[in-house]
């Protein structure tokens, strides 16, 4: 048995899961020190299902607490960033562009350093370690702990990198480094920039991630524990620590892989409505298709893959005109529960709406019985339309497809929706989220360069695919589960010969044992996970 | 009275050039950061007319030369936009009077605008393809018999390479070396010319052009309407002779890449949505160049066919062209001179290897004008 967890901005959600079936679930305050709200979750679906802490072989938690401290700008860290490029890449110092509320948090301390790569693995110029030396004692001075590091083309080549956190931490013991090659692709502003996210995020990554141990230890839980990050994958707490931003889209994935799960749907829209909006997605054998658009978050440009999502104006709150004929995008937000006319407020809202055509009941319907049929009928009608004019533009093709409600607003839209083969409110809808993080999977993998002209495009393609695979079965994928869910093939024009560096990612279902027994236990504290462990070079 | 590029200006030029490329030029992003922090530091540099130039002046247009994927990472160094022309005024023996783009299209656009600011000259509102193309053949410069020549390819270290050569196409495949062997992130003088040649020769009022079509995008956004009703009508406002067509809205459903001599070339192919039915494919040499529905032509270069998100109007790059990408796909007719025979030998389907005889956009059946 294992248990997922899904740490909220107002909600700690809790399911206890036994392979794919759902034993239990609660939802909790999310409380100010994290893990009280953790506490009270797990040890009621504990109590639900008389399951004892010794009988659990993993517990996964997925947050958005990073991505929010960062966009409403919390508990951010002071940091350095140190860019080794110089003399390129001048033009853009590090951290330019940031808004300025955000750098008035985290400074704007940086220094570009000579040296990083050509495309071609030369140097730009020769590694100026002693540059970096200096710089690290000035951050040091400064009090600065948390230091980003970024190179050009780290990507192809980390050993500056990873030679200029040596040299920090020697000069600068109490340093936490982030280097922007943990952080993936090319474009070295995007990736700098979520290394310097990170970098941010260092001292409340650490105290929360030290709050999600306390609670297990509180609870009695020696199983291992997991955070889950953007892809869907785990990563262990430790790595989770050192690398809050790897979690940053962990929440529409696992909204959306636990919608699956729950709706037993490998490929169908995934609908989720909040109180404000409402958010649909698309799932491609069991995993979020993700957007081609970089993604900016907090006003900083990041180059994550996030999962494409079409976001509509529409949730509980919604504020509705006296006609019925316009809803959104305005919304109550939290102030539902005292303005709607439902609680007693005065302003018309979607739930109102719902409730007031008998297909829900929220708070006092009596609020409602002087709403004209109407205005009710209008208003249902503007709000499937709204629905249904999102699905269609998130749509591949015209055909009809599964579509899986999910979310506290599921309410709002009943029956039938245009271009849906069917709709789905799945039994645990509301905690499809820490269903998402409780079946988070083991990644695998490669990133090569192949001559395209040599192998051929498929054949090199082939054996990436296969050592991507072998990449994850090594992380703990069970290998007739593991499937390859990213390709990407970016071609090194200038070094002729169809060069192209080939990245592919495998995932496939974590391997347990039977509960507790060990077996399961020991595949997961054995394994190396996600981006640290699938890594081939 | 004397017309300055503010820092307010830039995002809506960046937004604009990106659309104009073509689904080429480079991301203008960075180009706008480093144009913003130009303009902090070196002030607003002024934007002058092609018609006001003096027949006498010198005047350059200026472009950064590379593979975008080395951009990405070696972003552009300081002083850029000023080395090749202070490399260039010691070669000549003269000072430069202004720079003009070399393309409007993509982060060319900002590239002369960084120049002018450092060096306090204007910079010229017209550029020399109205749009992007990926080799210094494909500009009016060349159609009307100006020399390429002295080109001045340099990097971030301060080296320069001088390609003095007669004839335009060596000296491209000369500055194509030299912009390898300096690292692949250059910026480059080329096409020096008297402000005579200037006149005859620039594409006038493109860089208003761009700035118009993302000024109009972005307000729509702001105002929460139609972006893409917004570009239809700010393009037919600009130039009320411009064909503009909505060819296709639809969602990518495959791309194919090679590489073929130092280019991204492949084909996407798209799948209608909303009204749109059928299956479209769309060409692409670094910029989009062919679009067919059915196996029948669409549009074809050198006319320009702008990629967009369907969702929020910004460029679709062909670099970036993914499964799934939701667009919407514009045609838009092609500056009067580069469909003369001339032009078309430059620009048109035969010099990117098609057999298709161009046809103008709006000679093409089409019920979908805008």
């Known amino acids: 048995m294992r248990i997922g967890v899904d740490v909220g901005g107002t909600n700690t959600d809790a399911v206890l899961m036994s392979g794919d079936r759902v034993l239990a679930t609660n939802k909790s305050p999310t409380t100010a020190d994290v893990s009280g709200g953790i506490t009270s979750a797990i040890r009621s679906v504990l109590a639900t299902a008389g399951c004892a802490p010794r009988e659990l072989a993993a517990v996964m938690i997925g947050t958005t607490h990073f991505t929010n401290a960062f966009v409403e700008r919390r508990r951010l860290t002071r940091i350095g960033v140190i860019r080794i490029g110089y003399p390129a890449t001048t033009a853009i110092p590090p951290l330019y562009g940031w808004p300025a509320e955000l750098l008035k948090q985290v400074g704007s301390e940086s220094r570009i350093v000579a040296g990083g790569y050509e495309f071609d693995g030369t140097q730009i110029a020769p590694f100026d370690e002693s540059a970096v030396g200096s710089a690290a004692r000035r951050f040091r001075k400064a009090g600065l702990r948390s230091i980003a590091i970024s190179a050009v083309f780290a990507p192809l080549n980390r050993q500056q990198e990873e030679r200029a956190a040596d040299i920090v931490r020697n000069e600068h013991p109490e340093a936490v480094v982030s280097l922007s090659s943990d952080f993936g692709r090319l474009g070295l502003l995007e990736r700098e920039n979520a290394a310097a996210m990170n970098a941010a995020l260092a001292d409340l990554a650490s105290h929360v991630v030290a709050s999600f141990a306390q609670a297990l230890r509180e609870l009695q839980i020696g199983a291992p524990f997991f955070i889950s990050q953007n892809d869907g994958t785990l990563m262990t707490a430790e790595y989770a620590a050192l690398h809050p931003v790897m979690t940053f889209a962990s929440g529409p994935t696992n909204s959306m892989r636990g919608a699956a799960l729950l709706a037993r749907a490998q490929n169908a829209l995934v609908i989720d409505i909040g109180g404000t909006t409402t958010d649909i997605g698309v799932l491609q054998h069991g995993f979020p298709r993700e957007s081609s658009m970089n993604a900016g978050i907090g006003g900083v440009r990041t180059n994550f893959r996030m999962p494409d999502i079409v976001s509509v104006g529409l949730g509980g709150g919604s504020i509705v005109s006296p006609d019925g004929a316009v809803v959104g995008p305005q919304s109550l937000g939290y102030r539902i529960i005292e303005d709607a006319l439902v609680f007693g407020g005065s302003v018309l809202t979607a739930t109102d709406i719902v409730v007031a055509a008998g297909l829900a009941e929220v708070g006092n319907r009596r609020k409602v019985s002087h709403l004209d049929a109407r205005t009710v009928e209008r208003a249902l009608e503007s709000m499937r339309a709204m629905v249904e004019r999102g699905v269609e533009r998130i749509k591949l093709n015209a055909s009809e497809v599964p579509v899986i409600l999910v979310g506290g607003g599921s309410i709002l839209i009943n029956g039938q929706l245009r271009g849906a083969s069917q709709v789905i409110v799945p039994p645990h809808h509301a905690v499809a989220n820490a269903v998402g993080a409780a079946i988070a999977q083991a990644g695998g993998e490669v990133d090569r360069y192949y001559s395209y002209d040599q192998l051929g495009r498929d054949a090199a393609l082939e054996d990436a695919k296969a050592a991507a695979v072998q990449s994850a079965v090594a992380a703990g994928a069970v290998a007739k589960t593991v499937i390859i869910v990213d390709v990407q093939e970016y071609p090194i024009a200038y070094l002729g010969g169809g060069m192209t560096r080939v990245r592919i990612k495998a995932v496939g279902e974590m391997h347990f044992g039977s509960a507790g027994t060990g077996a399961g236990t020991g595949a997961l504290a054995g394994a190396a996970f996600g981006v640290d462990g699938g890594r081939d070079r | ?370």
């Not at chain 2, 590029?5 to 960075?30: H, K, N, R």
């Not at chain 2, 350059?60 to 000023?82: D, H, N, Q, R, W």
Request: charge should be negative; aromatic fraction near 6%; include cysteine.
């Open chain 2, 1 to 370: 009275m004397k017309r300055f590029i503010s820092v307010e200006e830039l995002s809506a030029l960046s937004l604009g050039a990106a659309i104009l490329g073509t689904g080429g030029g480079g991301d203008p992003y960075l180009g706008r950061l480093a144009a913003q922090r130009e303009i902090e530091r070196h002030g607003a540099p002024e934007l002058i007319q092609v018609h006001d130039l003096p027949d006498d002046a010198l005047v350059v247009p200026i472009a950064m030369g590379g593979a975008p994927a080395i951009g990405l990472e070696k972003l552009l160094s300081e002083p850029f936009a000023e080395t090749p022309v202070r490399r260039l005024e010691s070669y000549l023996g003269r000072k430069v009077d202004a720079v003009a783009p070399l393309e409007i299209g993509g982060v060319n656009a900002l590239i002369p605008i960084m120049a002018a600011s450092r060096l306090g000259i204007p910079v010229v509102d017209g550029d020399s393809m109205g749009r992007a193309f990926p080799t210094l053949d494909n500009t009016t410069f060349n159609i009307l018999g100006l020399s390429a020549s002295p080109v001045v390819v340099t990097n971030e270290h301060g080296d320069a390479v001088i390609v003095d050569v007669k004839q335009n196409h060596r000296a491209e495949l000369l500055s194509r070396a030299a912009i390898t062997g300096l690292g692949g992130a250059t910026c480059s003088t080329l096409y020096p010319m008297s402000g005579a040649d200037a006149k005859r020769a620039l594409l006038p009022n493109t860089l208003s052009f761009a700035l118009a079509v993302g000024r109009a995008v972005e307000r729509a956004r702001d105002s929460g309407t139609d972006p893409f009703d917004a570009l239809g009508a700010a393009l037919r406002t600009f130039d009320p002779t411009l064909h503009v067509r909505l060819l296709f809205a639809g969602t990518v459903v495959d791309v194919g890449r090679t590489i073929a001599g130092g280019f991204n070339t492949g084909h996407a192919r798209l799948r209608g949505s909303d009204d749109w039915t059928g299956e479209t494919e769309l060409t692409f040499q670094n910029e989009y160049l062919r679009m067919t529905r059915n196996g029948r032509l669409l549009a074809i270069v050198p006319d320009l066919i702008c990629c967009l998100d369907s969702d929020t109007a910004d460029a679709a790059t062909c670099e970036t062209l993914r499964y799934g990408q939701r667009l919407k796909v514009f045609g838009i007719s092609c500056a009067p001179i580069m469909r003369t025979s001339a032009g078309l030998n430059a620009c048109g389907p035969k010099a990117f290897g098609f057999h298709d005889a161009y046809v103008p956009i709006e000679a093409i059946p089409d019920e979908g004008l805008l």
